[in-house]
């Protein structure tokens, strides 16, 4: 039973985006450590990301992984795509969502395209306007996925009955 503490039954997909190789000279040569980016979902409407740094690669992301899960989302979606046009921004980078037709499949690119499909869409255009930083990419991706509202959230906002 002390086996199943560490999470294995719920476990979500994680996808490691970036590993970067960092180094600190010092008296005796070069130092290196190692920063993780990494997203983890449950293909059904939660996402989240994590950073992590390390001294080795499997610690950063194990670091990152555990920040991902501690930060996950819900996002409102429609069937297998986005309700409607988003756009999200961070830093310099944008990201333009557009909802697609069943049958598209996810035109993206490889960072935003580990984000959507971990939310679990499966029709989807998107576009990145402006610095390619897979980080800033990430961030601008959850920012754009967080504004998305449904049909009856809005109506509920409102006041309205549709």
């Excluded at 979902?41 to 939660?46: A, L, M, P, V």
């Excluded at 309700?83 to 049958?103: D, I, T």
Aim: proline share 4%; charged share 25%.
């Amino acid at each position: 039973m002390a086996h199943q503490d560490s999470g294995q039954g719920t476990k979500n997909p994680e996808r490691v985006v970036q590993i970067r190789r960092c180094a600190c000279v010092v008296k005796g040569g070069r130092r290196f450590s190692f920063a993780s980016l990494v997203v983890v979902g449950d293909e059904n409407g939660r996402v989240g990301y994590g950073y992590g740094k390390g001294t080795e690669v499997p610690v950063a992301v194990e670091k990152a992984t555990k920040q991902a899960n501690r930060s996950m989302h819900s996002v409102s979606l429609n069937g297998t795509t986005i309700p409607h046009q988003v756009e999200g921004r961070f830093g310099a980078s944008k990201v333009l969502l557009m909802p697609a037709a069943p049958g598209t499949g996810i035109i993206a690119g490889e960072t935003v395209r580990a984000v959507v499909e971990l939310v679990g869409v499966k029709d989807i255009l998107t576009k990145c306007r402006g610095s390619a930083n897979p980080v800033n990419l990430v961030k601008a991706t959850f920012d754009a996925l967080l504004k998305l509202r449904t049909k009856d959230d809005v109506a509920r906002l409102r006041g309205v009955e549709i």
